[in-house]
Antibody
Framework: QVQLKETGPDLVQLTQTLSITCTVSGFSLTTYNVHWVRQPPGKGLEWMGAMWNGGGTDYNSAFKSRLSISRDTSKSQVFLKMNSLQTDDTAKYFC?????????WGQGVMVTVSS | DIQMTQSPSSLPASLGDRVTITCRASQDIGNYLRWFQQKPGKSPRLMIYGATNLAAGVPSRFSGSRSGSDYSLTINSLESEDMAIYYCLQHNEYPYTFGAGTKLELK
């Protein structure tokens, strides 16, 4: 069945770089887009960017200068990298398949940015 | 960027009530509108896709509708398991944008 799972650090130091891996199963990255969405504690959902099935990317301009999304199709993995982290980047980070008649989300990884 | 204005932000309701949550799109998004339900500590769950289509496994008391640039999620005969936060999402163009969320709670 379709699954997505995020792995990454619990804690990142201020101004450092965040790296999260989304490992998918049950579908091919060359068929479906994978998106990154984050949610600060007690707040709403924010779309960050996407890896298209064709290999292209799109980003929310709010992150554009410091966000990078890439993939390794042989490992069924999508990567998020965001630099210059600030305290307001503290959030749960999700990868998700947002299109199609079914929605699939990972369980998310909670990342705290510490000073 | 397309703005999704979601209302109300909070909706107290009683079991058995019929409730409606609305998102207004700042530009044309066609029917590229989804509704998600999120419970505390959980990932969002797709409820409605294509503005009006019920996702698999979603109870039939949920429905979606569209009137111009206004998109609505209606829950008939509210049950306790429906208490959650609901978000709309437009996926007509990048960047995708979510509504701010509606917290549905017991009155």
């Amino acid at each position: 069945q379709v699954q997505l799972k995020e792995t990454g650090p619990d804690l990142v130091q201020l101004t450092q770089t965040l790296s999260i891996t989304c490992t998918v199963s049950g579908f091919s990255l060359t068929t479906y887009n994978v998106h990154w969405v984050r949610q600060p504690p007690g707040k709403g959902l924010e779309w960050m960017g996407a890896m298209w099935n064709g290999g292209g990317t799109d980003y929310n301009s709010a992150f554009k200068s410091r966000l990078s999304i890439s993939r390794d199709t042989s490992k069924s993995q999508v990567f998020l990298k965001m630099n210059s982290l600030q305290t307001d980047d503290t959030a749960k980070y999700f990868c998700a398949r947002l299109e199609g008649v079914r929605g699939y989300w990972g369980q998310g990884v909670m990342v705290t940015v510490s000073s | 960027d397309i703005q999704m204005t979601q209302s109300p932000s909070s909706l107290p309701a009683s079991l058995g009530d019929r409730v409606t949550i609305t998102c207004r799109a700042s530009q044309d998004i066609g029917n590229y509108l989804r509704w998600f339900q999120q419970k505390p500590g959980k990932s969002p769950r797709l409820m409605i896709y294509g503005a009006t289509n019920l996702a698999a496994g979603v109870p039939s008391r949920f429905s979606g509708s569209r009137s111009g640039s206004d998109y609505s999620l209606t829950i008939n005969s509210l049950e306790s398991e429906d208490m959650a936060i609901y978000y709309c999402l437009q996926h007509n163009e990048y960047p995708y944008t979510f509504g701010a969320g509606t917290k549905l709670e017991l009155k």
